[in-house]
């Protein structure tokens, strides 16, 4: 099977650099994404990551190690609207469905 | 417009009612995927399909069916409620493009927030 381990929660304040790890037990491992998701409403994609290394998008920011079966989310200059629940996923074992960990609360104050 | 909808998008109903909640989606897509959220537990996996002949279990179907009417198209019938299949429903889709080393990202609809009392 499958597993994933995040954090249930993260605290933050504006401004500031927090990251989300995961760490995952999978076999026919093909990449790891992230998704964030408002109170309420829908799961959108944020990035993917293939290989090792880190992968960029704006503040955003995501990394993986596979020898390491760990990844995490960088989010920098926290602004309150950053606040939401983030999932990571892992695609593996010759299917394209996702196994998505139980996700990340991230709180950020003022 | 929404690329992926979901009907209805709040309902309560009654144990032993049947319910259908049904997804449209214009991205074009193939796959269609239904999950559960409850709280603390992520996103579970109740059904997916991968064209309009292809139907699959995911990690958590019993008590639940689907049906895909057209590419479009994903319906999720609970045939006899229970208050445990009180959550928030989703349906998402993705593209066959991403293959093996492809990202299959999934878009959501906006949820089906379901109450069975």
């Known amino acids: 099977g499958q597993s994933l381990e995040q954090p249930s929660e993260v605290t933050a304040v504006e401004g500031a650099i927090v990251q989300i790890n995961c760490t995952y037990q999978?076999?026919?491992?093909?990449?790891l994404s992230w998704y964030q998701q408002h109170d309420g409403g829908a799961p959108t994609f944020l990035s993917y990551?293939?290989?090792?290394g880190l992968e960029e998008t704006g503040r955003f920011s995501s990394f993986l190690s596979r020898s390491d079966s760990y990844g995490y989310l960088l989010l920098q200059e926290l602004q309150m609207k950053d606040s939401a629940s983030y999932f990571c996923?892992?695609?593996?074992?010759?299917?394209?469905?996702?196994?998505f960990g139980r996700g990340t609360s991230l709180i950020v104050h003022p | 417009d929404a690329d992926v909808t979901q009907t209805p998008r709040n309902r309560i109903t009654k144990t032993g009612k049947r319910i259908m909640l049904e997804c449209s989606q214009t991205?074009?897509?193939?796959?269609m995927y239904w999950y559960r959220q409850d709280p603390g537990l992520g996103l579970q996996l109740i059904y997916y399909?991968?064209?309009?002949?292809?139907?699959n279990k995911g990690e958590i179907s019993d008590g639940y069916s689907v049906s895909r009417q057209a590419q479009a198209k994903f319906s999720l019938s609970l045939e006899s409620a229970i208050p445990n299949q009180t959550a928030l429903y989703f349906c998402?889709?993705?593209?066959?493009?991403?293959?093996?080393?492809?990202?299959?990202?999934?878009?959501f609809g906006p949820g089906t927030r379901l109450t069975v009392l």
């Open positions: 998402a889709t993705s593209d066959s493009l991403g293959g093996v080393g492809g990202t299959d990202t999934q878009y």
């Open positions: 999978t076999s026919g491992f093909y990449g």
């Open positions: 990551n293939a290989l090792d």
């Open positions: 996923a892992v695609r593996s074992g010759g299917s394209y469905i996702p196994t």
């Open positions: 991205k074009g897509h193939d796959r």
């Open positions: 399909s991968f064209d309009v002949k292809d139907i």
